[in-house]
C-alpha cells in the first residue's frame, strides 16, 4: 500500500472521485511525505470516522506530529490470512454500503477498500482497543483465498477489478450509444 493509495481511499471516503482530482491526490501525497505510512494511515482513517468532510493536509499532519509511535510492536509468528500481518481488517465498500457479491457493478460512485477493525491475531493487538474487532465478508474471504492473497491485499484487488469492470462497462455502453447514432444516420433515406 502506497500513500497514493491512502490518499485515494481518504478522497472515496469522503465520496470524492480520485481519478477526477488527481492533481489534488498528488498535492496531498507531497504534502505528506515525511509522514511515517504506518502512522499516517491510522490517522487518515480516524479523521474519516470523525469527519464529515475531507480533512485538509495541514489537519492529517498535525495529527501525524501528535500521534507518538508506539515503541511496543505485536508480531504473528505465523502468516495471517485474514490480514496479512498488518493487523487490520478491510472491507470493499460503494459509498456507505459493504460490497457482498463478486459480480458487483458500481453505479455512479467507485469502490474503495476501508478499514472495519482489527484482526484477532497477535498484530491486531498494534491497533488501540478502541478499534473493534473484525473479520473480512465471506466474500472476500472466499475471493483472497481462490488469488491465494490474504484478504488485506485481496480487498485491494477487488476494488480495482470492480472498478476496472465499471469503467470498461461504462465505455462499452458509450460506445454503443455513438454506434447507434452513426446507424441511425446512415439508415436515414435523405
Ligand atoms: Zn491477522
Keep these: 500500500m502506497t500513500k497514493a493509495d491512502i490518499v485515494s481511499e481518504l478522497f472515496l471516503d469522503f465520496n470524492r472521485d480520485p481519478y477526477k482530482n488527481k492533481s489534488l491526490v498528488e498535492h496531498y ?101 478502541s478499534t473493534p474487532f473484525a473479520e473480512p465478508s465471506k466474500m472476500l474471504y472466499a475471493y483472497s483465498k481462490g488469488k491465494d492473497m490474504d484478504c488485506s491485499l485481496g480487498a485491494q484487488f477487488l476494488v480495482t477489478e470492480i472498478n476496472r469492470r465499471k469503467i470498461e462497462c461504462e465505455q462499452k455502453a458509450e460506445n454503443n450509444t455513438s454506434q447507434s447514432t452513426q446507424e441511425l444516420r446512415e439508415g436515414l433515406p435523405f
Design 29 to 129: 501525497v507531497k504534502r505528506l511525505a515525511d509522514c511515517d505510512i504506518v502512522v499516517l494511515e491510522r490517522v487518515i482513517n480516524e479523521l474519516s470516522n470523525e469527519r464529515d468532510i475531507l480533512p485538509r493536509c495541514r489537519d492529517i499532519l498535525s495529527k501525524c506530529t501528535a500521534y507518538k509511535r508506539k515503541t511496543e510492536t505485536f508480531e504473528n509468528d505465523e502468516d495471517c490470512e485474514l490480514c496479512g500481518n498488518v493487523g487490520r481488517i478491510k472491507g470493499v465498500f460503494v459509498g456507505k454500503t459493504m460490497v457482498s457479491s463478486l459480480n458487483f457493478l458500481p453505479e455512479g460512485d467507485y469502490c474503495y477498500a476501508a478499514i472495519i477493525g482489527r484482526c484477532s491475531c497477535e498484530a491486531g493487538n498494534n491497533w488501540g482497543s
